[in-house]
């Protein structure tokens, strides 16, 4: 294993202190225990508060900013973060319209935030991402995992905060946008978590694991590679599929969100492609794209691979997705 590190023990510490030089202009770090805030607090607003397992860069504290989050929870690579952790963060944070979680669904993460929102002295509530439709089920997860629709949950619920907005309003905008989005990913190569020294999993160079998790757990099954517009193609269904299971297929012209996410080590020329090819299978069943993002944005480590999301859209979506945010991932209109 080649990587950039000094002490597996200190990668944390040191990338966090590095991130929060990179921006310090949008984010301070507390440290012991770890947690990131906007630089400037916000005032009399639902605060929003994220969190999870290190190592998918730039979720979640590449969100900290106007327009999306107030706070960030890392935990260690892959590894939930501590309810203290969510405490102090929502302690610090906390302007006045209480405090609202998003949380992805995998076991830790629920129990940790579940046991943090007990303990907390403000209003709260909690928004359960869980777009992906490759698996019912995983090592990490009771039903759907969260993976990288989560950002569009992020996006929309934090425009909708900085409106002033109350908390169960911004919760049930969450819950909304969760429900109408899917994801599905798929990986070329395993990622090497640090502290193991090796690959997660074990897969050849004609293989590809169709339907991974974030985390590299598994998915559907293992296939045989193939040409990029089969494996889209296939994605692309299970997608369609999901949304038809849950009565959402458009029986007509639909705008869309379409996010191909890449894992780490994809570079974006195959992004694109991905893209290309996407779109123009979901144009072919009546969902016209309207609003897209493609790069890097909820990874895993260095695993080669991708996720392609879709997120039906209506007018209060598309309005918070479209508003200004100003964040170290993300920035327009501001």
């Not at 395993?190 to 694991?209: H, K, L, M, N, Q």
């Not at 309207?290 to 598309?318: F, P, Q």
Request: net charge negative.
């Amino acid at each position: 294993m080649k990587k950039f590190i000094n002490k597996v023990d200190n990668i944390l510490v040191e990338s966090l202190t590095g991130f929060a030089k990179a921006h310090h202009d949008l984010v301070e770090l507390h440290l012991d225990p770890n947690f990131l805030t906007r630089a400037e607090k916000a005032q009399n607003k639902v605060a929003i508060i994220s969190g999870g397992g290190s190592g998918h860069e730039p979720l979640h504290a590449g969100y900290i900013g106007y327009g999306m989050l107030d706070a960030a929870c890392p935990g260690h690579v892959f590894t939930s973060p501590t309810p203290d952790q969510m405490l102090m963060a929502a302690e610090a944070v906390h302007a006045d319209k209480g405090i609202l979680f998003i949380v992805k669904n995998y076991a830790g993460d629920v129990m940790n935030f579940e046991m943090a929102a007990e303990m907390l002295p403000f209003e709260h509530a909690t928004v359960l991402t869980s777009d992906d439709c490759a698996v019912v089920n995983s090592t990490y997860t009771t039903g759907r995992r969260g993976v990288a629709g989560t950002v569009i949950v992020e996006k929309c619920v934090g425009s909708l905060a900085e409106t002033g907005a109350d908390l169960q309003t911004c919760k049930a905008l969450g819950d909304k946008v969760n429900n109408r989005t899917a994801s599905i990913g798929v990986a070329l190569t395993s990622c090497t978590v640090p502290a193991a020294g090796r690959a997660t999993f074990d897969i050849s160079d004609t293989e590809i694991e169709m339907g991974v998790g974030i985390h590299g757990e598994p998915g559907r099954r293992r296939e045989t590679m193939r040409p990029a517009d089969e494996i889209i193609g296939d994605c692309v269904e299970a997608i369609l599929m999901d949304f038809k299971t849950r009565n959402l297929q458009p029986s007509k012209k639909h705008e869309a969100l379409l996010l191909v996410n890449g894992f780490g080590a994809t570079p974006l020329m195959e992004l694109y492609l991905i893209y290309n090819t996407a779109a123009k299978l979901f144009n072919l069943h009546n969902l016209e794209i309207s609003r897209s993002l493609v790069g890097n944005y909820t990874t895993a480590l260095d695993m080669a691979g991708a996720s392609i999301t879709l997120c039906l859209l209506d007018d209060e979506i598309k309005q918070h997705w479209d508003s200004p945010v100003h964040t170290a991932a993300l920035r327009w209109g501001k």
